[in-house]
C-alpha cells in the first residue's frame, strides 16, 4: 500500500484501501463497488437532510447525557460543513443501493466522523477519536436515521414544487383575464361542439393545477412524521428514553421544519404508504399539466393547415431539415415529464408493496424516483410558465371564423326551431359547406333579428336565459 496515497480501514467482510483524502471510508467504497446502478449522484436535499438527523442525534444524546459533549459539539461542526453542500463529492454511493440505504447512512457518519476528527485536531481514519458507528450513529439506525433524511429532503422539494405551481397558477389567471371576451369554438370527442370563451379555458386550465399543487400542502403534512428514535424496527433498541422523546423536536429546531414524530415507531418504520400518497399527488399534478398542453399543442396546430387559434412563443428551430418549422417543444416536454412521474409511481407503489415485516428495504429506489418526479415537476412548471404561457398570444379573428363557419352553434338554434328543424339545418350545412346562419334564414323559422339574438357568441358562453326570455330581450 503507499501510505501517500491511501490509507487502510476495516470492516467486518475485512481490509480496504481508502484514498487518503478521502472523507468516506470503508462502508461507502464498499456501496461503490457493490451499486454500479444508475451513475447516477445522491440527492443534495437527500445529502442535508441526513447531516441535519446526525446533529440532531448527537446534539440530543449530549443533552441527555449519552454523548461526551465535545465530541457531539464536533459533530453538529461536521454536519453543518456537510449541510452547505461543500462535501457532496464525498458521498460515493449510488442511490439505488441493497442494505436498505444503509451504505449512504454509513457513508454520511464516515464523513461526519473524518470532518470531526480534523475539527478535533486529528487525522482522516483515527475513529479513536470520534467513530462512525459508536458516535455519529449512536442511537439510531438506518432504519430510522434513512428515512427521516429522506422525508425531509421530499419536504424540501415539495416546497420547491408548490412555490412554482403557484406561480404557474397566477400565470394561468392572468391569461384567463387577458382572454375572457375571446369566443371560440368548444370542442368533444374532436369535433365541434358549442362556443367557449378562451378564457374560460384557460381558467379551467388554472383550476385543474391549483386544485393539484394545494394538495401538496397534505402531501408535506404526510412527510411531516419522522420515526427518529424508533431505532432497528421501532423498539427504540440502544437509544436512551429520553433521547427518544426529545430527538424529534431537536430535528425540527435543525431544520427548520414543522416536524412530529410519529404515535407508532413500529409502523413509522415498517409502513411505506404514505410516499405512495404523495407521489399520487404528483402525478395527479403531472396529468393536470399534460392534458393541459394536449390542448395548446392542439389549439396551436397549424400554422397554416392546423387550428391555429392561439400563437405559443417560439423558442428554438423545429427541425434540422424543414426551413421555417416551429414546434411546441415547451408543451411536448412538459407532457414527457407527466409520463415520468407516471411511471416513478409505479416504481414508488411497487416499492412500498413489496416491503416484508419490520422494514422495507426498497426505500433507496422510492427515493430516488420520488426525487427525480419533484425535480421533473418542478422544472416543468417552470419552463412551462416562463417559455409558454406568460408568451402566449391569441388569433382572435381565427377563433371567431371558426366560430361563424361551425356547425356546432345550430345547438343555440334548437329550443326556438325544434331539434329536427336544427338537424335537417346541420345536415345542410354540413353537405353544403354553407353557414348555419345563412342557411337559418334561409329556412324562414327565424326572423334575423332573432337570429342575432339567439347566435350571440357571447350569450352563447353563459347559462341562464331561457329561449323566450331570450327572444324578449
Known amino acids: 500500500m503507499d501510505k501517500t496515497k491511501f490509507r487502510l480501514e476495516h470492516d467486518s467482510i475485512g481490509e480496504m484501501e481508502v484514498p487518503k483524502d478521502a472523507y468516506y471510508g470503508v462502508h461507502a467504497l464498499r456501496g461503490k463497488n457493490n451499486f454500479p ?13 441526513a447531516a441535519e438527523v446526525k446533529k440532531a442525534a448527537a446534539l440530543t444524546n449530549a443533552a441527555v447525557g449519552r454523548m461526551d459533549e465535545k465530541i457531539a459539539k464536533a459533530i453538529a461542526e461536521a454536519a453543518d460543513k456537510v449541510i452547505t453542500g461543500d462535501y457532496d463529492d464525498q458521498f460515493i454511493v449510488d442511490p439505488v443501493q441493497g442494505g436498505a440505504g444503509t451504505s449512504f447512512n454509513m457513508n454520511t457518519n464516515e464523513v461526519i466522523a473524518n470532518l470531526a476528527i480534523e475539527i478535533l485536531g486529528g487525522e482522516k481514519g483515527d475513529y479513536s477519536l470520534v467513530h462512525p458507528n459508536d458516535h455519529v450513529n449512536f442511537g439510531q439506525s438506518t432504519n430510522d436515521s434513512l428515512p427521516s433524511a429522506g422525508k425531509i429532503a421530499i419536504l424540501r422539494h415539495l416546497i420547491d414544487v408548490e412555490e412554482e405551481g403557484r406561480k404557474l397558477v397566477d400565470a394561468l389567471d392572468k391569461k384567463s383575464k387577458e382572454f375572457d371576451s375571446y369566443i371560440k369554438m368548444g370542442r368533444t370527442h374532436l369535433q365541434d361542439a358549442v362556443p367557449i370563451r378562451l378564457g374560460q379555458e384557460f381558467a379551467a386550465y388554472r383550476d385543474a393545477v391549483k386544485r393539484n399543487v394545494d394538495l401538496i400542502e397534505s402531501a408535506i403534512a404526510a412527510m411531516s412524521v419522522m420515526n427518529m428514535g424508533a431505532t432497528a424496527v421501532g423498539t ?8 427518544v422523546k426529545q430527538v424529534v423536536p431537536k430535528l425540527a429546531e435543525v431544520t427548520g421544519l414543522d416536524l412530529v414524530q410519529t404515535d407508532n415507531l413500529v409502523d413509522g418504520t415498517q409502513g411505506t404508504d404514505s410516499y405512495v400518497y404523495v407521489s399520487g ?3 395527479a399534478l403531472a396529468m393536470a399539466l399534460s ?3 394536449n390542448d ?8 397554416r393547415t392546423g387550428l391555429g387559434e392561439i400563437n405559443l412563443p417560439a423558442k428554438q428551430a423545429g427541425s434540422s431539415i424543414m426551413p421555417g418549422k416551429v414546434n411546441p417543444v415547451i408543451a411536448e416536454v412538459t407532457n414527457q415529464t407527466a409520463f415520468l412521474v407516471a411511471g416513478n409511481d409505479l416504481t414508488i407503489t411497487m416499492a412500498m408493496e413489496a416491503a416484508q415485516f419490520e422494514l422495507n428495504v426498497m426505500e433507496p429506489v422510492l427515493f430516488y424516483k420520488m426525487f427525480e418526479s419533484l425535480k421533473a415537476l418542478r422544472g416543468a412548471m417552470y419552463t412551462l410558465r416562463v417559455n409558454l404561457v406568460e408568451g402566449l398570444e391569441a388569433n382572435v379573428e381565427r377563433m371567431e371564423h371558426l366560430v361563424e363557419n361551425s356547425v356546432g352553434v345550430i345547438t343555440a338554434i334548437v329550443p326556438h326551431v325544434g331539434y329536427e328543424n336544427a338537424a335537417n339545418i346541420a345536415k345542410k350545412a354540413i353537405k353544403t359547406g354553407r353557414p348555419v346562419r345563412e342557411l337559418a334564414l334561409e329556412s324562414g323559422l327565424l326572423s334575423e333579428e332573432d337570429l342575432n339574438k339567439i347566435l350571440d357568441p357571447m350569450g352563447m358562453t ?12
Not at 353563459?462 to 330581450?473: F, M, Q, V, Y
Open 37 to 49: 446502478i444508475t451513475g447516477a449522484h445522491m440527492d443534495s436535499y437527500m445529502i442535508r437532510g
Open 236 to 243: 427504540g433498541l440502544n437509544a436512551d428514553q429520553n433521547y
Open 281 to 283: 399527488i404528483l402525478k
Open 291 to 293: 392534458k393541459m398542453c
Open 296 to 303: 395548446l399543442r392542439l389549439m396551436a396546430s397549424g400554422p
Open 462 to 473: 353563459e347559462p341562464g336565459i331561457s329561449a323566450a326570455e331570450l327572444l324578449n330581450k
